[in-house]
């Protein structure tokens, strides 16, 4: 999988429509970073889209209706043009994968969060007649590919993924089966990413994970990536979500006295509450 562009694909268009989270924002940033490489650029208008990406979130009420419908919208935009390749991604993606497939022939391609790093080829692959369903669980390789394209973000805040997955098994979420295990990414890959953020002009970083403040990496925690990111010049605030309370440990708390940039806030999500 190089890096090098496909200067054939020049004029060739792609929209992203994102559902849900953070994490899918930076998703489709990143995705966007990614088609990049072989020529897509982005458009705002779907109507002049080579290639629709559908950015899925599973924890929505009838998250799966609600991409049938938007595939339905998308099939009336083109009824009288070139079709596009049609993309679902994200957590619908991994959770329905085949049968998605099976329900809607107009879906050219199936791809779970952690196989992005694989999308350009399976673009470049697809013929009239194949439908792909790539829902492999392999962030490692993910964070890896990411690492050597350039986040072009240009915003004054920016998201940034350190962590991803979850270990916890909830009853009543479906992350660790849509996102996997929790996998943290290298310490240094993450601070490498904050400097270019910072070089681009961001002001602001959050930092993303289902369990963010779970992060470890060759024991580095998320109260070092903060204390790192402290360092650098041209960031003036961080921020972090989602955090877990098992896993709000003393060096975060501490990190809180001793910080002039980490925001004074903590996100704490609530599922439910029972007078009982």
């Known amino acids: 999988m190089g890096l090098k562009k496909n200067h054939n694909k020049m004029s060739q268009k792609i ?32 109507e002049d889209a080579d290639c629709y990406i559908l950015n899925t979130c599973h924890i929505r ?34 959770a329905e994968n085949q049968e998605m497939l099976r329900r809607e022939p107009y879906i050219d391609l199936i791809i779970g969060p952690q196989a992005y790093h694989k999308i ?6 697809l013929s009239k007649n194949q439908k792909v369903e790539d829902t492999d669980f392999d962030a490692v390789s993910k964070f890896e590919y990411l690492s050597r394209i350039k986040n ?16 916890k098994f909830c009853h009543f979420c479906v992350v660790p089966y849509t996102r996997g295990p929790e996998y943290s990414r290298p310490f240094d890959q993450i601070i490498a990413e904050a400097n270019i953020l910072a070089d681009q002009g961001s002001k602001e970083i959050i930092l993303l994970g289902q ?11 998320l ?27 003393d060096d975060l708390i501490e990190v809180y006295k001793e910080s002039k940039k980490l925001m004074p806030l903590i ?6 509450g029972s007078d009982k």
Do not use: W
């Open 223 to 249: 109260s070092n990536i903060i204390n790192e990111i402290e360092k650098i010049k041209n960031i003036d605030r961080i921020r972090y979500t989602t955090s877990h309370p098992k896993d709000m440990t």
């Open 120 to 125: 350009n080829d399976h673009i470049l692959n």
């Open 152 to 167: 072009k973000v240009g915003k004054a805040t920016s998201f940034l993924t350190i962590q991803e997955g979850c270990d």
């Open 15 to 46: 929209f992203i429509k994102t559902f849900g989270c953070q994490m899918n924002e930076y998703d489709s940033k990143r995705l966007y970073d990614v088609v990049n490489e072989i020529g897509y650029e982005k458009t705002n208008r779907c």
């Open 61 to 94: 009420d009838k998250a799966s209706e609600k991409v049938y419908h938007e595939i339905g919208r998308v099939k009336k935009i083109f009824r009288l043009k070139k079709k596009p390749i049609v993309i679902v991604a994200g957590c619908v993606a991994q």
């Open 267 to 272: 996100h704490l999500p609530v599922q439910s």
């Open 211 to 221: 369990n963010v403040n779970a992060y470890s990496d060759k024991n580095r925690r």
